[in-house]
């Protein structure tokens, strides 16, 4: 599928170059467990239960994961900067953006009431399974959700933490600050949409959903992290002779490919929820069918859907899904079915389409941008390889 995303421009692609993936993530899981290291040693020093819990959310922060986030940001600032420069000053930095994805899916599963994130317990189930195993008073899951927000709240803490360990001056890091705060801000926003959407499944639409992705997805997972790695360059490099002219060129291109990049890669998280192998990505199928969650699948498929396939679809409230214990909802026959409808609408045909069209936007957008060849081929490649995953 990957390979047919650009058909027809099969010529105007770049030859697919290794990237150094692997070493960069490696010294990013680097970067955070000498940091947790040192944050769990303190915490230890005050209670042994502290130290307990800052070690389950150290295991949570470095439980995998495509490390998608810190990686966009090496190539905003490689794009900027050459290869020649080392890595090592903004490896806190780009550490940060992955303590702060752990905040969001950590907070993101309290309120989906999932089970399962990289196939392993979430992090409201596994200190509720440990308050059952401990025989302590009071409500197992009250206590797992209050641990788990908790959690969240910690790696948000740690993540400006590190963030502020990274080797820069007091105007570039200020620079920087002002990009993270504002991918944080538009997270928490596109965030709340997601829950609004939720409540008001009825009166969501196409245009509301991709606003969500834009601003829940497209903003923390690409876009930010882009513009974040370029402030992270720090005063504008002359790769031309108008080096403003040059920041504000690859600012834009930027922002433009990774709004395009950040709403195809939600549009196969879409997909994925819905279609995928729990085996690969880790979480149950079906599990946006059974809280009715108005994604842009399931608001395009309404929109193809014949009256009949639209009464399949139908949210209904009776059936909705208990949020005290996450119990309700359809059950696995009735996902299916639905699955099958949205199928029938040829739903899923448009949102490949979608996606391939903003793969093709992406990469056009960084045409005319001066940036590093090293870095261009790198971002071409990840406009890919990130909205056509399994998992």
């Known amino acids: 599928m990957a390979n047919d995303i650009l058909e027809g421009k099969a010529e105007c692609r770049p030859p697919h170059q290794t990237t150094p993936a692997e070493g960069l993530v490696n010294a990013v899981e680097g970067t955070l467990a000498d940091f947790l290291a040192s944050q769990i040693a303190a915490l230890d020093a005050v209670d042994p239960e502290l130290g307990g819990f800052a070690r389950i959310t150290r295991d949570l922060v470095l439980a995998g994961g495509k ?42 599963d309290v309120m989906d009431e999932s089970a399962t994130r990289r196939g392993q317990p979430t992090a409201h189930r596994l200190f509720a399974a440990r308050h059952n195993t401990a025989g302590r008073l009071g409500d197992p899951e009250r206590f797992g959700s209050s641990s788990a927000i908790l959690v969240g709240d910690l790696c948000l803490i740690w993540a400006d933490q590190l963030l502020a360990q990274t080797a820069l001056t007091s105007a570039t890091l200020f620079a920087v600050r002002a990009r993270y705060d504002r991918m944080r801000v538009e997270a928490v926003a596109g965030q709340y949409l997601d829950v609004l959407g939720e409540s008001q499944p009825a009166s969501w639409s196409l245009d509301r959903a991709l606003l969500v992705a834009r601003h829940k997805t497209a903003s923390y997972t690409v876009q930010r992290p882009l513009q974040f790695g370029l402030a992270l360059a720090g005063p504008a490099r002359p790769l031309t002779s108008e080096p403003r002219s040059d920041t504000e060129l690859i600012d834009n291109a930027y922002h433009r490919y990774g709004i395009a990049v950040g709403e195809a890669f939600q549009l196969r998280d879409d997909l994925l929820g819905v279609f995928g192998d729990p085996a690969v990505t880790g979480k149950p199928a079906g599990d946006d069918l059974r809280t009715g969650k108005p994604t ?10 014949t009256p009949a396939q639209r009464a399949e679809l139908a949210w209904d409230p ?12 359809p059950s696995p026959a009735e996902i299916a079915r639905r699955a099958e409808v949205i199928a029938e609408t040829g739903a899923v045909a448009e949102i490949e389409a979608l996606i391939r069209q903003r793969v093709e936007q992406s990469i056009a957008a960084l045409d005319a941008a001066p940036l590093q060849d090293e870095a261009r081929a790198a971002l071409i490649d990840l406009a890919v390889t990130a909205t056509h995953r399994p998992a």
Not at 79 to 87: K, N
Not at 299 to 304: C, E, F, K, S
Not at 320 to 328: C, E, F, N, Q, T
């Open 318 to 329: 009776a059936g909705a899904v208990i949020p005290a214990d996450g119990s309700g909802g």
């Open 67 to 108: 490390r998608l986030r810190p990686t966009f940001a090496y190539w905003g600032w490689r794009g900027v900067v050459g290869a020649r420069e080392p890595v090592g000053p903004v490896l806190p930095a780009l550490g940060a953006l992955e303590l702060m994805h752990t905040f969001a899916l950590v907070h993101d």
């Open 296 to 305: 842009a699948l399931l608001m395009l498929a309404r929109q193809l859907a």
